[in-house]
């Protein structure tokens, strides 16, 4: 199994972005998806997740309304658009699969900042 990630960057508060994560080693449509991020001097945070199909979808609290999470079966690839973005989004971005115990991308840098 292997994640491998890309976007994120700087971005100004109200901007937006987008993160990609390239799945391979599995059958990516079998397996629900997750995003976590983790701010410096906090615990790791579940963000969204996505169903196999990409038929139901889940997010905290804190971006919903503001962040969507899909996917594209035929690319094997996950996505995270996110927009409104605001400083407390500021985080390394970590896609996911089969939660704490399972695997993990990269990281992707997040910062929102003026």
């Known amino acids: 199994v292997q994640l491998v990630q890309s976007g994120g960057g700087l971005v100004q508060p109200g901007g937006s972005l987008r993160l990609s994560c390239a799945a391979s080693?599995?059958?990516?449509?079998?397996?629900?998806m997750n995003w976590y991020r983790q701010a410096p001097g906090k615990e790791r945070e579940l963000v969204a997740i996505?169903?196999?199909?990409?038929?139901?979808?889940y997010y905290t609290d804190s971006v919903k309304g503001r962040f969507t999470i899909s996917r594209d079966n035929a690319k094997n690839t996950v996505y995270l658009q996110m927009n409104s973005l605001k400083p407390e989004d500021t985080a390394v971005y970590y896609c996911?699969?089969?939660?704490?115990?399972?695997?993990w991308g990269q990281g992707t840098q997040v910062t929102v900042s003026s």
């Open positions: 996911n699969r089969d939660r704490s115990g399972g695997y």
């Open positions: 080693g599995f059958t990516f449509s079998s397996y629900a």
């Open positions: 996505i169903a196999g199909t990409g038929g139901s979808t």
